[in-house]
């Protein structure tokens, strides 16, 4: 009966230390795919892949979410670059396609998207357009570099009662 007993109670014992055991090797192979999703998030980062920001969601790796923000704002800035070297070379049709891209994605840099978004749909004949992006600059943008210019171009192309705005601001600024 003794015996019968210690096998019992070795075999409870047993059957114990296997099932920590297993539960552990599953908690660390858990670990370690985890470990691998984020190794793959990083080299997607690090290779500046479109692909980053899906496969950060996709896996839900909220702790990589500020390297999200952080690429979308790279990738923003490189098109305002891009987009201004362009309109230094004239190519203004290329300014607006690049712009408009971003245009509605809050950055730090909106004013300056909707300054050179407006001064190219000017040179592309979108009065309208360019009228719509520039007149941004008379309620917001108060402290932008890019006001004064903005609004003396918004001058030239406007009439009535949104010339008249215009002025007001530009006499606010002590220039007219």
């Known amino acids: 009966m ?11 014992v047993f059957c114990v230390l296997f099932l920590v055991t297993y539960l552990y ?5 858990s670990q370690l795919q985890r470990a691998q999703k984020l190794i793959k998030a990083y080299e997607l980062y690090v290779a500046d892949s479109k692909d980053f920001s899906k496969y950060v969601e ?5 702790e990589l979410t500020y390297l999200v923000e952080k690429q979308m704002k790279s990738q923003i800035r490189s098109k305002i670059d891009t987009a201004k070297v ?31 978004l407006g001064s ?10 360019a009228k719509l ?18 609004l003396m171009i918004l001058r030239e192309i406007s009439d009535g009662e949104l ?11 002590g220039e007219f």
């Open 86 to 116: 362009a309109y230094r070379n004239g190519n203004y049709a290329d300014t607006v396609s690049l712009l408009r891209e971003i245009k509605d994605i809050e950055n730090p840099w909106l004013d300056e998207v909707y300054f050179y």
């Open 2 to 12: 003794k015996s019968r007993n210690l096998s019992i109670l070795l075999a409870t």
């Open 163 to 173: 010339k008249k705005k215009v002025q007001d601001a530009l006499k606010n600024l």
């Open 133 to 150: 992006y520039l007149s941004s600059f008379l309620d917001s943008f108060t402290y932008s570099v890019y006001r004064k210019e903005a």
């Open 25 to 29: 090797n599953v908690k660390l192979f």
């Open 120 to 129: 190219a749909l000017l040179k592309v004949g979108e009065v309208e357009s």
């Open 58 to 62: 996709d896996n839900k790796l909220k």
